[in-house]
């Protein structure tokens, strides 16, 4: 069973830091792409930024320059650095992670996390 375990929310002032952690168990974590997406209230699910198995990323362009996201393969973990933090990246940060080996996550987010509680005040 898949389980997708978030940490690192938390609220911080405009221009701050903050680092999300996203450990995964259950299956061979280097074969499969992982993705942190974001929500509003009242809005859709939004892609923020990926890795995928050969550790290329991809970057939604509001946070292109101010977001890296990583991974460490043998500690099963996927990171979201946040620097340059604005209100608008206010949001439940969600981590995900494809349902087949070697799938795009933007495309196939076969599992999610719980969610993160982001709170960014100007």
């Known amino acids: 069973q898949v389980q997708l375990d978030e940490s690192g929310g938390g609220s911080v002032q405009a221009g701050g830091s903050l680092r999300l952690s996203c450990a995964a168990s259950?299956?061979?974590?280097?074969?499969?792409?992982m993705g942190w997406f974001r929500q509003t209230p009242g809005k859709e699910r939004e892609f923020v930024a990926s890795i995928n198995w050969r550790s290329s990323t991809y970057y939604s362009d509001s946070v292109k320059g101010r977001f890296t996201i990583s991974r460490d393969n043998a500690k099963s973990t996927v990171h979201l650095q946040m620097n340059s933090l604005k209100p608008e990246d206010t949001a439940v940060y969600y981590c995900?992670?494809?349902?087949?080996?070697?799938?795009?996550?933007?495309?196939?987010?076969?599992?999610w996390g719980q969610g993160t509680q982001v709170t960014v005040s100007s």
């Open positions: 995900a992670t494809a349902q087949k080996e070697y799938s795009d996550v933007r495309l196939d987010q076969g599992y």
């Open positions: 259950g299956r061979t974590f280097w074969r499969y792409d």
